[in-house]
Structures are given as structure tokens and as C-alpha cells.
């Protein structure tokens, strides 16, 4: 099962190779076997990537944004029609259920290149009228931007970052997590068939290093990073050293509320959707679920049903619902929150275990895991474990749910299921949190802002937020008479 590409890095419309470049083996999550051999990117490399984003970026903000959306818009189309294969891909990298990448990877990155694609030609400046003289205003490209991804939506993220960039008349160095590096290289190659100009989306491969060098490189405008808050902390620090405009997508430990008159089939489904999808290593998901007295213990019950249904095994059968941990660090890392939540006192409700699969014994794989009895206090409950582990927490009161699920240094997502409407906007509104959901969760498509509140992060992406956040405003002054000079 090889899924080795061409070569490690692809800069300036052609892969490129650096044999200096420490090794960077691609594993894949359900066997543990490698499949692909890269080579992180060495500083040669890297500069490589810069001077040809530079050098391709004027010529491409010059062009009328219709044309650069109409590109994009091509490119989207052929995502669609590569879904298989980049799903795929997307599996072997990371290990998520095919029956996920199918639907939701490179079909959200296609969404996004889309929607950014047709909505750039409509996003102008303002004309201002100062009665007689005016004045107007434009959107501007930043230059060259920088995307570092995480390896949860390697795509989707790749996706996110570059489609409003490119739009708004920017060049992109892109870097995939080292754990997952292989679908960005496939946008790149599809940007190219799609007749993007050679230099503008690049693709260099590394750890956190090659992410810092880029950070900190003099030519770089902008940063997006998605990842762990103390990763954006370093970044944002590096780039704000430097005056360069930053997004930062982090993590975050989101509540969900769960109110009595709740439908309770529905709640439990956005729950599980918000603690099981992906194997449970979505930033936004909602892992403190907050369920009020009266439906308690019908809730847990129920849910520990149907998470014990959950099909876990071979990522690329399409029956399978939940794929192994992207790593063997993050599935340490996973196994050693669930002995902490036991030894803190939460109730192992179910799963709890390392499953042992014929064929994928290798592999990293963890069962979908609930915890009840969980008090605020715990460690499961305030700090972020990116993998399939939920945390069932009891409550009586709205104050009393506002305050404890406000009670956090994160503030990216937020969800209330209620079938009491004015209560639930009444919620979300105390809720500090940048991204909420209504008797839903984890929905994201691109047409609505997503980021976070608090350490959870800073900017937008999607929507037209992101074209503000990919451009820098310019006003111009008009005079229509004469210049009113006392000299
Ligand atoms: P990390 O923070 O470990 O890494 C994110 C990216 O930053 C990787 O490409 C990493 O490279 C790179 N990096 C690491 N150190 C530096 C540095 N000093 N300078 C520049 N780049 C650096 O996150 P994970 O990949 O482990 O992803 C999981 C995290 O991402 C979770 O906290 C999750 O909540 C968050 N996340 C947030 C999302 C959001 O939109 N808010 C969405 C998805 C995930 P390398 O991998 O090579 O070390």
C-alpha cells in the first residue's frame, strides 16, 4: 500500500526534491506501516518557496478577481471529481473512516475554493462620499501568506487557508503537518491543472522548525496557523515580532448543552457527531457535555448504547465508522487521559480500551470512550485530549451551566440543545465562545465565519471574514476642486 508521491515538496508548479532534507516517513495510522518516504524541507528549499510566491504574487493581484475566481472555480471542479482518490489519500494519511473522507475532506476544501471563487468579484471597497470631494476604498493582496497545518482536515485545511489567500491576489507557502503530509501536494497538482500560475500555491514539507522559518521569513505578510494554543503562541509571538498579520485557528475544550426538554435522539447524535467524528480529533468538538438533571441519566444511558454500537476497524471499509489516531504519540496521549480521567474519580462508562483488530494490530486505534460523573475540575474536563473520549457532566440550572461552561481559558465552540428556542439564544448569547450551534454540532460549512474566543484563537476563516483577513484596506482621497492651501 504505497502512496508515495513524486517528491517531497512542490514549488513553483513542480515537485522538487532536497536530498539534505531529514527524513519525514509517512505512516499510516491503521497498521503502523510506512507507506510514503518525504524529506523535510531544508532551508534552500524553503527559500525556494518564498522567491517563487514573490515573484509570481503582483502579476496575479493584478488580474481582474473574476479571472482568478474563475480559476479557482475550475479547481474546485476537479476536486470533485478526484474525490475518491483524494479521500483515498486522505484515509492512508490519516486514518479516518473512508466512509468521512468521502464527504467531508476534499468536498469542504471544493466548497471552499467554490464559494471564495465566485464570491471574490463581488467583494469591492467602498466609495465615500465627503460632498464634493470623495473618497473610495480598496482591498488590496497582502503579498506572500504562510498556511501551517494541522493533521486532522489536511485538505480541508490546505483548502481553507488558500482559496480566500489566492483570491484576494496573495501567493501561499504552504505546510502540511508533518504527521500528514501527502494531500496537500494533490491540491497543489490541481491548482496547477486548474491554470493557477506556477509559484503561487507551494507546498514544503517539515516539522515545527520549517513552520518557523517560514513564520519569521522577512518576505512573509501573513501567517495562518492551525493548530495547538501553544504552537499559536509561539507563532503569534514570531509574527508579531515582525508586524506580519496573523489568523490563528486553535484548540479548544467546547460545551454542549443539553437542556431537559431536549430531543433527546438528536442531542445525543450531536453529541456523539461532536465527540466520536474523526475519530475524535476535531478542534471544535463539544467534549464537557453539560446534560441537565431531569435527562440525565436517560441520556447516558441512551448514549452509551449507541456508542456501543460505534463500528471500529479497517479505515478503508466503507462500513467502518471510526478509524485508529492519526499517531502512535496521539494515541499515547489519548490511553493516558483515560487513566487520568479513572483516577481523578469519572465513572469509565464505556469503551476505555486499545481494541485488538485482526490485521491492524499495529495500528493506533482507541474505543469510542464516555466518562461520567465528570466535575469541572477534572483534567478530562478543562484540557483539550483530541481523540474519541467524552465527558458527561450533570446540571440543574441555566446560570449554573452558563458559568461552568464559561469556566475555561478556551472559547472556540459552543453548542445548546433545546426545544425552547428563546432559551436557546438567550444561551448562546452569554456563551463566550466564536463558533455556536442550535440543536446541531459541528457543522461548518463555508459560508459562516469559524474561529475562536479567548486562547481558542484570533481571526476568521470562511465567509467573507476571510477575505478581510487575506487583504489590507486602502483609502484614496479624491479632490474635485481646487486644493485649499494657506501658502
Ligand atoms: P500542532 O500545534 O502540534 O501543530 C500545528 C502545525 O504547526 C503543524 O504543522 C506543526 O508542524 C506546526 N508547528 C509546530 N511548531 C511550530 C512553530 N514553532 N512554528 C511554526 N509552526 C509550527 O497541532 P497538531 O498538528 O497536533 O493539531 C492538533 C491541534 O490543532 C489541536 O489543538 C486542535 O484543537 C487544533 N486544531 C484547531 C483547529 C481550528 O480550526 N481551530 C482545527 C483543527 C485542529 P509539525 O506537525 O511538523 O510539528
Known amino acids: 500500500m504505497r502512496a508515495q508521491p513524486t517528491a517531497s515538496h512542490y514549488v513553483n508548479g513542480r515537485y522538487i526534491e532536497d536530498e539534505g532534507g531529514a527524513p519525514l516517513p509517512v505512516i499510516y495510522p491503521a497498521t503502523g506501516e510506512t507507506i510514503a518516504m518525504l524529506r523535510s524541507a531544508t532551508p534552500n528549499v524553503l527559500e525556494l518557496a518564498v522567491e517563487a510566491a514573490r515573484a509570481a504574487q503582483p502579476a496575479w493581484a493584478?488580474?481582474?478577481p473574476v479571472e482568478r475566481g474563475r480559476i479557482l472555480r475550475r479547481a474546485a471542479d476537479i476536486l470533485r471529481a478526484r474525490n475518491?482518490?483524494?479521500?483515498?489519500?486522505?484515509?492512508?494519511?490519516?486514518?479516518?473512516?473512508?466512509?468521512?473522507?468521502?464527504?467531508?475532506?476534499?468536498?469542504s476544501a471544493a466548497d471552499c475554493l467554490e464559494y471564495f471563487g465566485g464570491a471574490v468579484a463581488a467583494y469591492n471597497g467602498e466609495a465615500i462620499d465627503l460632498g464634493g470631494p470623495f473618497a473610495y476604498t480598496r482591498r488590496e493582496a497582502l503579498g506572500v501568506c504562510v498556511?501551517?497545518?494541522?493533521?486532522?482536515?489536511?485538505?480541508?485545511?490546505?483548502?481553507?487557508?488558500?482559496?480566500?489567500?489566492?483570491?484576494?491576489?496573495n501567493a501561499m507557502v504552504f505546510k502540511p503537518s508533518e504527521n500528514t503530509p501527502?494531500?496537500?501536494?494533490?491540491?497543489a497538482e490541481i491548482y496547477s491543472e486548474a491554470g493557477l500560475p506556477d509559484g503561487l500555491f507551494n507546498v514544503v514539507q517539515g516539522y515545527g522548525d520549517v513552520g518557523a522559518g517560514?513564520?519569521?521569513?522577512?518576505?512573509?505578510?501573513?501567517?495562518?496557523?492551525?493548530?495547538?494554543?501553544?504552537?499559536?503562541?509561539?507563532?503569534?509571538?514570531?509574527?508579531?515580532?515582525?508586524?506580519?498579520?496573523?489568523?490563528?485557528?486553535?484548540?479548544?475544550?467546547?460545551?454542549?448543552?443539553?437542556f431537559d426538554d431536549a430531543d433527546i435522539e438528536n442531542a445525543i447524535g450531536g453529541a456523539m457527531l461532536g465527540n466520536f467524528y474523526s475519530t475524535g480529533q476535531i478542534c471544535s468538538n463539544g467534549t464537557r457535555v453539560f446534560v441537565q438533571s431531569g435527562i440525565h441519566d436517560r441520556f447516558v444511558d441512551r448514549l452509551i448504547e449507541r456508542t456501543k454500537k460505534i463500528r471500529i476497524g479497517?479505515?478503508?471499509?466503507?462500513?467502518?465508522?471510526?478509524?485508529?489516531?492519526?499517531?502512535k504519540a496521539q494515541h499515547d496521549k489519548v490511553v493516558g487521559y483515560i487513566e487520568i480521567g479513572k483516577q481523578d474519580?469519572?465513572?469509565?462508562?464505556?469503551?476505555g480500551n486499545v481494541p485488538s483488530l485482526q490485521g491492524f494490530q499495529g495500528g493506533f486505534f482507541v474505543e469510542p470512550t464516555v466518562f461520567t460523573g465528570v466535575t469541572d475540575t477534572m483534567r478530562i474536563a478543562r484540557e483539550e485530549i483530541f481523540g474519541p473520549v467524552m465527558s458527561v457532566l450533570k446540571f440543574d440550572g441555566e446560570d449554573e451551566v452558563i458559568d461552568r461552561a464559561n469556566d475555561t481559558e478556551f472559547g472556540l465552540a459552543a453548542g445548546v440543545f433545546t426545544r425552547d428556542l428563546p432559551r436557546a439564544h438567550r444561551v448562546i448569547a452569554e456563551l463566550l465562545a466564536g463558533t455556536c450551534w442550535i440543536n446541531a454540532y459541528n457543522l461548518t460549512p463555508v459560508e459562516?465565519?469559524?474561529?475562536?474566543?479567548?486562547?481558542?484563537?484570533?481571526?476568521?476563516?470562511?465567509?467573507?471574514?476571510?477575505?478581510?483577513?487575506?487583504s489590507q484596506l486602502k483609502s484614496i482621497y479624491v479632490e474635485t476642486g481646487d486644493v485649499a492651501s494657506p501658502y
Open 314 to 327: 479497517d479505515p478503508l471499509d466503507p462500513e467502518t465508522q471510526m478509524g485508529p489516531l492519526v499517531s
Open 345 to 351: 474519580g469519572a465513572t469509565l462508562a464505556c469503551g
Open 182 to 187: 501527502l494531500s496537500a501536494l494533490a491540491l
Open 62 to 64: 493584478r488580474l481582474k
Open 448 to 470: 459562516i465565519p469559524f474561529g475562536g474566543f479567548k486562547q481558542s484563537g484570533i481571526g476568521r476563516e470562511n465567509s467573507l471574514a476571510a477575505l478581510a483577513l487575506y
Open 214 to 258: 517560514l513564520v519569521g521569513h522577512d518576505v512573509v505578510a501573513k501567517v495562518s496557523v492551525t493548530g495547538s494554543v501553544p504552537t499559536g503562541r509561539k507563532v503569534l509571538s514570531l509574527a508579531g515580532s515582525k508586524m506580519k498579520h496573523a489568523t490563528m485557528e486553535l484548540g479548544g475544550k467546547s460545551p454542549l448543552i443539553v
Open 147 to 169: 498556511g501551517i497545518g494541522a493533521w486532522n482536515y489536511p485538505i480541508q485545511i490546505a483548502g481553507w487557508k488558500s482559496a480566500p489567500a489566492l483570491a484576494m491576489g
Open 84 to 107: 475518491a482518490d483524494l479521500a483515498r489519500i486522505e484515509t492512508l494519511d490519516t486514518g479516518k473512516a473512508i466512509q468521512e473522507t468521502l464527504v467531508a475532506d476534499a468536498l
